[in-house]
T-cell receptor, first 114, second 113 residues
Framework: KNQVEQSPQSLIILEGKNCTLQ??????????LRWYKQDTGRGPVSLTIMTFSENTKSNGRYTATLDADTKQSSLHITASQLSDSASYIC?????????????FGRGTQLTVWP | EADIYQTPRYLVIGTGKKITLECSQT?????MYWYQQDPGMELHLIHY???????EKGDLSSESTVSRIRTEHFPLTLESARPSHTSQYLCASSRNSLNTEAFFGQGTRLTVV
């Protein structure tokens, strides 16, 4: 069964600190892995997208890693800001159909305190 | 900022009413999707479209229907709303290739009383 599991479910950190969010998946055949940021009551916004051949990608203070062999990914946030408070969703796409079906994790709810 | 728009943002309606949630994108994307998301839960695909006159049901059973008469427009209709339809509905679009980004609208928060 294709699944995407994220940990931790929620996380509270102080402003300025770093944090790392985890994603494990069983989606096969694998096409790509995406990290999205979703503010409360809004639609998800893409942070990074990585294919099989990429093992790291950065977007400002966000750095995503991918280990396609162990089917794990992480999202590292550096020097956190209050505006980083949001849900971070790991999404994996398969290549088993022309749709490129997206499988969503439940997200990690990050809260940054001043 | 993605050029995909949903209206209304919030909607409170009575049981039994017919409603249509609007979704439009100006990026010329062939693929469009509707997702349903409850608080703290993952997104579930309820409908998708490959292009004009193409509509398919997603993973999550839904009593809603969709249409795709124009590339840029993908409305979702509930013929008779019920309290169990209370949820957030997210529309998304993407180009017709595998490793391409999906852009999401801001969502419609529907409450059926």
């Amino acid at each position: 069964k294709n699944q995407v599991e994220q940990s931790p479910q929620s996380l509270i950190i102080l402003e300025g600190k770093n944090c790392t969010l985890q994603c494990n998946y069983t989606v096969s055949p694998f096409s790509n892995l995406r990290w999205y940021k979703q503010d409360t009551g809004r639609g998800p916004v893409s942070l990074t997208i990585m294919t099989f051949s990429e093992n790291t990608k950065s977007n400002g203070r966000y750095t995503a890693t991918l280990d396609a062999d162990t089917k794990q990914s992480s999202l590292h946030i550096t020097a956190s800001q209050l505006s980083d408070s949001a849900s971070y969703i790991c999404v994996v796409s398969d290549r088993g159909s022309t749709l490129g079906r997206l499988y969503f994790g439940r997200g990690t709810q990050l809260t940054v305190w001043p | 900022e993605a050029d995909i728009y949903q209206t209304p943002r919030y909607l409170v309606i009575g049981t039994g009413k017919k409603i249509t949630l609007e979704c439009s994108q100006t990026m010329g994307h062939d693929k469009m999707y509707w997702y349903q998301q409850d608080p703290g839960m993952e997104l579930h695909l309820i409908h998708y479209s490959y292009g004009v006159n193409s509509t398919e049901k997603g993973d999550l059973s839904s009593e809603s229907t969709v249409s795709r008469i124009r590339t840029e427009h993908f409305p979702l209709t509930l013929e008779s709303a019920r309290p169990s339809h209370t949820s957030q509905y997210l529309c998304a679009s993407s180009r017709n290739s595998l490793n391409t980004e999906a852009f999401f609208g801001q969502g419609t928060r529907l409450t059926v009383v």
